[in-house]
């Protein structure tokens, strides 16, 4: 009975391994290190290094694990990156998926989780949104994903396999034990981002345009801390295992907060006055994203453990000051080697 979890050496994908892990789970990571890193998997847990979308691979891996269940993280998650390269993102994120989905059918694989996002909303009228709002997606990432839930849908509907799509609002902070966090350095995320110009990795933090329609001018998401987020998945997990229906579910607190709400809040935990800047709007970019969460609370039992925003914001920090230590401790043996 193992689980299978694709992406496991990313960001969200490592901290659902720890959860797995912490249960006494049997768990195998499949990464292909694109945006991953290996010491993001724990000790003792296999990882093959490879793409979700190799059918063969994929087969035999669930034949030699006994994979009962898979929980896919794998995907390329830059929005603005999708729409100067749609293609590379329809072609990691849907047409691989799609190989997975195949292989997990094939091999008599009957749970599967998959990470979608709040980005097949595109733009809703109405907010908080639902599960059952209209699906318009704004961004080809968001397409991208949507049409993977398409797929799994109609997969459900003609195979002996069941699915939990968890639609991810804005993930953010890293475990509270410091055993993981977001560690690509290329990384977007605007917690990220402003946590690096509180530890003066960053000059300033760009914020991407203040005449959207909300109170403040900037964009509104809905944070969760990703530790609850694993949590959300290990419910999913247990709720397919015990013969539960199919389920697709939002991913949030309920709350948003502004551009310059969380600025403020990294400003106020870290006791750094950094330098902001006004930017123009970044493409792909809704207004306002906060999840409507009665479902997942409902038939999950989800019960937020670390919902402030200080808290996100504290442990996003510890874990990049944990990165900038661990990167001055090993430039000067670079230096040596270097001479
Ligand atoms: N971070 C967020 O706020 C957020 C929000 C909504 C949804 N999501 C979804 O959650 C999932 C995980 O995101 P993340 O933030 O951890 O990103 P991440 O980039 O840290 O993790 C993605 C992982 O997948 C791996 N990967 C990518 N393509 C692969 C492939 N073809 N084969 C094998 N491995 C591959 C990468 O190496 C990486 O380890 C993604 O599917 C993303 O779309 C993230
Ligand atoms: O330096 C920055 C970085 C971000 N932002 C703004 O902060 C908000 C949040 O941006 P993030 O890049 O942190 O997150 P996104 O909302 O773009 O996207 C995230 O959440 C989405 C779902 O809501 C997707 O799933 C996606 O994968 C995930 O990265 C946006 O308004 C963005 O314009 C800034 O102003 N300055």
């Known amino acids: 009975m193992t689980v299978l979890v694709t992406g496991g050496a990313g960001y969200i994908g490592s901290h659902m391994v720890l959860a797995l892990a912490d249960a ?152 509270p034990q410091g055993r993981s966090g977001q560690s690509f350095p290329r990384a977007t995320h605007l917690i990220k981002l402003a946590c690096q110009a509180a530890l003066g990795q960053r000059s300033h933090l760009d914020v991407f345009g203040q005449d959207y329609p909300t109170p403040d001018g900037t964009c509104v998401r809905d944070y969760i801390h990703v530790s609850d987020l694993a949590a959300a998945h290990m419910l999913a997990l247990d709720h397919l295992e015990a013969g539960g229906e199919s389920l697709t579910l939002n991913c949030g607190y309920s709350r948003g907060f502004s551009v310059l709400e969380v600025i403020e809040a990294v400003k106020r935990v870290s006791g750094v006055e950094f330098d902001v800047r006004l930017a123009p709007r970044r493409a792909g970019d809704p207004p306002s994203l906060v999840a409507a969460t009665d479902l997942i609370r409902s038939r999950l039992g989800f019960k937020p453990a670390r919902d402030q925003l200080d808290q996100i914001v504290a442990d996003a920090l510890r874990w990049e000051l944990a990165l900038q230590q661990n990167a001055q401790a090993v430039a000067p043996r670079k230096l040596a080697l270097a001479i």
């Not at 694109?34 to 003792?44: A, K, L, N, R």
């Open 24 to 175: 006494g789970r049997d768990t195998l990571v499949l990464d292909d290190l694109s945006t991953g890193f290996v010491g993001q998997v724990p000790d003792g847990v296999p990882l093959v290094r490879g793409d979700c979308g190799d059918e063969a691979l994929l087969k035999r891996l669930i034949r030699e694990f006994d994979v009962t269940a898979i929980v896919h993280f794998a995907g390329s998650i830059v929005v603005p990156d999708s729409v100067t390269n749609p293609l590379g993102y329809y072609f990691n994120n849907t047409v691989k998926s799609r190989a997975l989905i195949a292989a997990a059918v094939e091999g008599g694989v009957r749970n599967f989780i998959f990470s979608s996002t709040a980005a097949v909303y595109g733009e809703p009228a109405v907010s908080p949104i639902s599960e059952t709002s209209a699906m318009q997606p704004i961004s080809p990432y968001g397409a991208s994903k949507l049409m993977t839930e398409w797929m799994l849908r109609d997969t459900v509907a003609a195979h002996d396999i069941r699915s939990v799509v968890l639609r991810y609002f804005n993930v953010a902070g890293a475990d």
